[in-house]
């Protein structure tokens, strides 16, 4: 069986402790898109992990992590984390696709610069690299994994690389330029380092189809940040949707049997873009501190996120463009402290309220339509059975699962891999 597991909304949304309970149950875990600039936090028995390129089943002896060929590969940081995960005792099987391709040290520089000639109008980067890499990739520029053991190939590109690069280097960003000796050396560092993980995921994963197995799809971010359908510009460059599952992974689209799409009970955002339900201020800063494991900064950033009310309107679209079969609401004990809990119902634009999430330049007049519900104003955290749960607990889930149309299968109660709530729906 494949499962992909993806975000609703902005990201941000709890996906890793998620991802790690399936990871449990997986053969197979694959990163299919994004890159470093995204991290997923998880916490079980073997301690607590932010996980940022490494698919998150490296918790686990029996399962397979592999990084697709449509992820931002950045060597370095892969090598890094691995130590890190080493250190606590693991030791995963991993594999890297021959096709991935891999982020240089150029496309991380370019990032700052852009950033730093947009200035007040920057896009809010995490300064990753990943919008240079994604443009090498698809203006066929880019540095393919398998052509770092053919010096040759490599250094025509490389040739070729400089002289493009320079260009912009020099004329629109005044900064020092690229030396394709030192790149061609720089890449066979890379060489050294990966060659050990380097494989035909493609054949490899062929034959686990086959075979049965259990595979897991492991997205980045969320579908608001997906360049097609969310609030661009303010998005990231490769799909965050489910559906790009099967070509960030190589994996037959009809083989995508269950989607879980993973929402926060209330919205958070790192970066800058539309978020129409987003509060401000002290009310803010509360939400901010009660949420998550350790409140709501970014685990790549460690930025303070931005923060808001549930919005119906932005969660339904995500679902629907996710094509969800079951939704998994997360961070519903960060709630806990409010008497009383306002949720997103519709978006006020031009004086007419819709339902419906549009294309930015509405978006950017939308006034967000609030209904007020009852909190629970306990602690929830420990509860195990949805039944246990207060009334007013019950009442907000499902409010907002009849709002967005699709079951929500389980709820998180707490940072823990145990803390959830398995629905009977």
């Not at 996906?15 to 600039?37: P, Y």
């Not at 303010?234 to 489910?242: H, K, N, Y």
Request: hydrophobic share 35%.
């Amino acid at each position: 069986m494949v499962r992909a597991i993806v975000g609703a909304n902005w990201g941000d949304e709890g996906k890793g402790k998620i991802t790690d309970m399936f990871a449990e149950k997986s053969d197979i875990v694959i990163r299919f898109q994004g890159g470093a600039n995204a991290g997923h936090t998880i916490i079980n028995e073997h301690g607590r992990f932010a996980l940022h390129l490494m698919p998150s089943g490296v918790c686990y002896d029996h399962t397979t992590c592999i990084i697709g060929n449509g992820v931002a590969l950045d060597i370095n940081k892969f090598i890094n984390e691995l130590e890190q995960v080493k250190k606590a005792g693991l030791n995963p099987h991993l594999l890297v696709s021959e096709r991935a391709q891999i982020l240089m040290p150029y496309h991380i520089l370019l990032d700052e610069y852009e950033e730093e000639r947009l200035g007040k109008n920057a896009f809010g980067s995490t300064k990753s690299g990943i919008a240079p890499f994604f443009s090498d990739k698809y203006s066929k520029i880019g540095i393919q994994v398998n052509e770092l053991f053919d010096d040759e190939v490599l250094r025509a590109k490389l040739k070729n690389i400089c002289t493009l690069k320079n260009l912009t280097l020099e004329h629109v960003y005044h900064k020092p330029l690229l030396d394709e000796d030192e790149l061609f050396e720089t890449c066979m560092e890379y060489k050294e380092k990966i060659a050990p993980y380097v494989c035909d995921t493609h054949t490899y994963l062929a034959e686990a189809i086959k075979a049965g197995k259990n595979i897991l799809l492991e997205g980045q971010l969320g579908t608001l940040k997906d360049p097609d359908f969310g609030i661009y510009p303010m998005v990231t460059s490769s799909s965050t949707l489910a559906g790009y599952g099967a070509v960030g992974a190589g994996i037959p689209p009809h083989k995508i049997e269950d989607i879980v799409v993973v929402t926060k009970a209330y919205s958070s955002a790192v970066g800058a873009g539309e978020f129409v339900s987003e509060i401000f201020g002290d009310e803010a800063q509360e939400l901010r501190i009660h949420g998550g494991d350790k409140g709501e900064f970014g685990a790549t950033t460690g930025r303070p996120r931005r923060v808001g009310w549930f919005d119906c309107v932005a969660s339904r679209y995500g679902i629907e463009c996710q094509g969800a079969t079951q939704v998994v609401m997360t961070a519903l004990d960060c709630l806990s402290y409010l008497e009383e809990i306002k949720v997103c119902v519709g978006y006020e634009i031009d004086g007419e309220v819709t339902k419906d999430f549009p294309t930015t330049p509405l978006l950017k007049k939308a006034k967000p339509v609030l209904k007020t519900l009852k909190g629970w104003h306990c602690d929830i955290r420990g509860i195990r059975n949805y039944d246990e749960l207060p009334k007013e607990t019950r009442d907000y889930v499902e409010f907002i699962e009849n709002e967005m149309g699709c079951n929500i299968t389980m709820v998180s109660n707490g940072p823990e891999r145990e803390a959830i709530i398995y629905r009977n729906k």
